[in-house]
């Protein structure tokens, strides 16, 4: 016979992944605990009772989906091959790619509705993704560039990606600009690798 525990971890999966099936056509602010739990066949009190309140529910979809996001990403990390320049490349890809299939979920987990300490599982994935961007940008450095210039330097490179994939987004590149979203990026990580390897280009300047 199952325990009550073994039940309870396997109904809060099947919450979370019906949660992350509906997240892929509808945006978090439009899910349905009552209708998940419906679906599922169990009270619509259910999400509430294992996960604390609907802020904490969407936070643990969140971090199964950025987990699942993360390991997308680290395979094509090492699919790569071992130039760090290339590989830096193939993570943006991932993240690109992430943005553009995953929408919804990628809004869930890094925009306002939730915050990455409302489910250890978002902290935890946000940590993983955090760290492959951390490596990748890292390996990309002169030997001689301190931890601190580093951090910032990973900083700016996620956001120029962030931003340049979410002004797409939104159709605020203008037409006249002749490069997609995706080569923008590309070509802004370049300028960003070239100018890492410069002496007097401090990211802390």
Request: proline letters at 5%; charged letters at 20%.
């Amino acid at each position: 016979m199952p325990s009550d525990s073994s039940e309870s971890e396997g109904l809060e999966q099947r919450l979370l992944h019906a949660a992350l099936e509906r997240l892929a056509e509808t945006p978090a602010e439009g899910l349905s605990i009552r209708l998940i739990a419906q679906e599922l066949g169990v009270s619509h009190q259910a999400p509430y009772v294992h996960f604390g309140s609907k802020r904490g529910f969407l936070a643990a979809v969140a971090g199964v989906g950025l987990r699942e996001a993360a390991g997308a990403a680290s395979q094509a990390v090492q699919a790569a091959g071992t130039d760090p320049r290339t590989r830096l490349h193939a993570l943006a890809d991932s993240y690109l790619g992430f943005i553009r299939t995953r929408p919804h979920l990628h809004d869930l987990a890094y925009g306002t509705t939730v915050a990455k300490s409302d489910h250890p599982l978002l902290q935890q994935a946000a940590i993983e993704y955090w760290n492959l961007l951390q490596d990748a940008v890292a390996a990309c450095q002169p030997s001689t560039v301190t931890e601190g210039d580093v951090l910032r330097r990973v900083a700016s490179a996620w956001g120029a990606a962030y931003g340049l994939a979410r002004l797409a987004a939104f159709h605020q590149i203008p037409l006249s600009v002749p490069a997609s979203a995706d080569e923008l990026v590309h070509a802004t990580l370049d300028a960003l690798i070239d100018g890492w390897q410069e002496p007097t280009a401090s990211a802390s300047h």
